[in-house]
């Protein structure tokens, strides 16, 4: 008992300077968002920007949007990662190497996913040079990373999020 009371008790000062910043940040940005910038010469508070954000029908496409993308893609890398531990629980012989293969996604940062997926899927990417190679100039790849429906986001997020 009195042991885990000192651990507390050293880790408290570590603590209380990280909350300290985390809510000055969080206080600092609520104010800011209401108009209080005294820096900038603004001292009134004002609810006017989020009547603005939130009569603005682009805010509203962005926000359904980024709510497809997250969770259509984290259904779809929940349901791909059961598979992969299922597979992975079996014996079979390249047992190891593909436990390897299904690691590099924790590894590689979600910037050079991002760039890995429009180097190899963009237009003029890999996959479309190989197909142009094979088959000739009339056959190209869909365009998945500028498109409406986000794939090339969904695809991203589902190879880096599908190992976990």
């Given amino acids: 008992m009195r042991k885990s009371i000192t651990i507390c008790l050293l880790l408290l000062p570590a603590t209380l300077i990280q909350l300290w910043i985390m809510f000055t ?3 600092s940005s609520i104010e800011q968002s209401l108009g209080y910038i005294p820096t900038a010469g ?3 508070i004002s609810r006017d920007y989020y009547r603005e954000l939130l009569a603005d029908p682009t805010f509203w496409r962005s926000l359904l949007f980024s709510l497809y993308t997250a969770l259509f893609s ?6 791909l990662g059961l598979g992969l531990a299922g597979l992975m629980a079996a014996n079979f012989p390249a047992r190891f190497s593909a436990q390897q293969w299904f690691k590099l996604p924790i590894i590689v940062p979600h910037l050079v996913a991002v760039f890995l997926i429009m180097v190899t899927l963009g237009n003029a990417g890999l996959v479309d040079r190989l197909l142009h190679f094979a088959w000739g100039p009339g056959v190209r790849l869909p365009n998945l990373t500028m498109d409406p429906w986000g794939l090339g986001i969904i695809l991203t997020y589902i190879w880096k999020s599908a190992p976990y």
């Fill in 74 to 79: 984290s259904g779809l890398s929940v349901g």
């Fill in 42 to 44: 603004l001292t009134e």
């Fill in 25 to 27: 940040g969080i206080f």
